[in-house]
């Protein structure tokens, strides 16, 4: 049998390592990942935070972490192995001087330093100053950031500029980490592996393709955050977008960075422009109100705790989109993702044209239409919908539609189905910019969206209500109506 690929080991450094994004994502992928042996022998993994701990104390603090947010029950021996890979200094981030205590950890010579911005934008320039000043950079030097990268266009640029000058375009990994599901990365798969759908993936097949993306959650704890960004740019402009991309985008050269790369960037250039002359036919947005959530009483965005009762910023978005290409004049994309929804599900519902003459008028007046559904959350899958013949001897065929289910989790039983996190710093470690984003992809879809957000300003209107449990306002329903559809509910 072949080795398993060996990669060079890290230094892996999580600035920010006390805060939520650490102890509720990060060290739990970090343990998974060692819980199926992917992280080299000799990598480390440094916490960086600016409060004074020992490192023994770090790694209390991560044992807690696992215990509260590891789904799986916490295994003593991997435990053991993995906490003798962790270590803690105190840096003030603000504080250039202090990073001159990195040299006392890491080595350069026979690891690679990943860094990793697990915190507040606004801090990612004093880290880069303080790295390039301290000298512990070298050539194969990684960094790692999360979004939000920016509010819009050109503080996104501000960003990117202040990292560009310490990091190059080749050493900087921008994670949007529904890039790491499975359901996501089987978009390439099933597209361009499967003649059945890359023969038929086009204006000439599809009818019209619906992306939702719908929450349980409210604010829980983070309004004053939120209220400043709204549902449009803290979740469409990322995540929804990317899985856009991977729908639309032509088949890429190979599988190579660069390739999957510009194909994506072409998508986007291609979005139609949602401008002031057409937001209104184009775009709904809403803001939930006090309602029911499985049984219990739950508030209002408004009446949750911390709120701005004159708020109008979004917690839902529909929009009707179109891609002006070759491959997709006619076909509309319908995204909608929203907070309080019915419940928590992430699909693409792809629906196929209509057969233009129906022989079994004895079962459907009109043929329902074949749907491609793709399942990214909770249950992760791909489902074929079909019409079928029921079994009888009568003397009409009657038929019925049927699902060919192919769940992941009963498909690959002897397969760990990973989050995305745990892929996307397993690839930062190793060095694989495959399924991260480049910096024109980010600009290109801040411009897009900013031309929304443009629209919206101008309009004065306010966000539709739409009471917490329910699938969005009444608008959204009419959005894809007007063009006689209807959402996958």
């Known amino acids: 049998m072949k080795d398993k690929k060996t990669f060079k080991p890290c230094d892996l450094i999580i600035f920010g390592a006390l805060g939520d994004l650490s102890r509720r994502k990060l060290l739990i992928s970090l343990y998974r990942l060692e819980n199926a042996n992917l992280i080299e022998p000799d990598t480390r993994i440094i916490g960086v935070d600016r409060h004074t701990h020992a490192s023994a104390e770090f790694v209390e603090i991560a044992h807690k972490s696992l215990q509260e947010f590891l789904n799986d029950k916490l295994d003593d021996k991997i435990w053991k192995r993995f906490s003798a890979r962790l270590s803690y200094l105190k840096i003030d ?41 301290s000298g512990v950079l070298t050539e194969e030097s990684r960094m ?86 709204g549902q449009l740019r803290d979740m469409l402009q990322n995540h929804l977008l990317q899985i856009l991309t991977f729908i639309a985008m032509e088949p890429p ?30 775009t709904v947005r809403g803001q939930y109100t ?33 891609i002006d290409n070759w491959r997709w004049a006619g076909v509309p994309f319908y995204l909608r993702t929203g907070k309080r929804m019915t419940n928590k ?21 009109e043929l ?26 009568d003397e009409h065929i009657k038929i019925q ?11 690959f039983k002897k397969s760990s189905i990973f989050g995305g996190y745990e892929k996307l710093v397993l690839e930062a470690m190793r060095g694989n910019p495959t399924l991260f984003l480049s910096r024109e992809e980010i600009e290109q879809a801040w411009t897009w969206v900013d031309s929304i957000q443009d ?14 449990g329910t699938w969005g306002p009444v608008a959204s329903i009419a959005l894809i109506a007007r063009d006689g559809r209807a959402w996958e509910e």
């Open 144 to 229: 790692v950031m999360e979004k939000p990268i920016g509010h819009d266009l050109k503080s996104s640029q501000v960003i990117n500029d202040e990292v560009a000058k310490v990091f190059n375009e080749t050493q900087v990994f921008r994670i949007d980490h529904y890039l790491g599901k499975e359901t996501v990365l089987n978009l390439l798969a099933l597209r361009f592996a499967n003649s059945i759908f890359t023969t038929n993936w086009n204006h000439n097949t599809i009818d019209h393709i619906q992306v939702t993306v719908a929450e349980e959650v409210g604010i829980e704890g983070r309004w004053e955050y939120f209220d400043k960004t």
């Open 290 to 322: 006090a309602g029911y959530m499985k049984g219990k009483a739950v508030p209002g965005y408004l009446e949750e705790d911390g709120a701005n009762t004159e708020s109008t910023t979004e917690s839902f978005v529909a929009l009707r989109v179109d």
């Open 368 to 393: 329902p239409p074949n749907k491609l559904i793709i399942h990214l959350q909770p249950n992760e899958g791909v489902e074929v919908e079909i019409l079928n013949k029921i079994p009888g001897i």
């Open 345 to 365: 599900r992430t699909e693409i519902v792809i629906y196929f044209k209509q057969l233009p003459h129906n022989i079994f008028a004895d079962s459907f007046r």
């Open 253 to 282: 050269v190979n599988l190579e960075a660069k390739s999957i790369h510009r194909e994506k960037i072409k998508v986007l250039e291609a979005l139609r422009p949602i401008t002031r002359a057409n937001v209104d036919e184009k």
């Open 93 to 133: 981030l603000t504080q250039m001087a202090e990073y001159q205590q990195l040299h006392t950890v890491l080595d350069t010579e026979n690891r690679v330093t990943v860094n990793y911005f697990a915190v507040a934008p606004f801090l990612f320039s004093n880290i880069c100053q303080g790295l390039a000043q």
């Open 401 to 411: 539609k049927t699902k060919l289910d192919l769940s992941f989790s009963e498909t």
């Open 455 to 468: 629209a919206w300003r101008h309009s004065g209107d306010s966000p539709k209500n739409y009471p917490a």
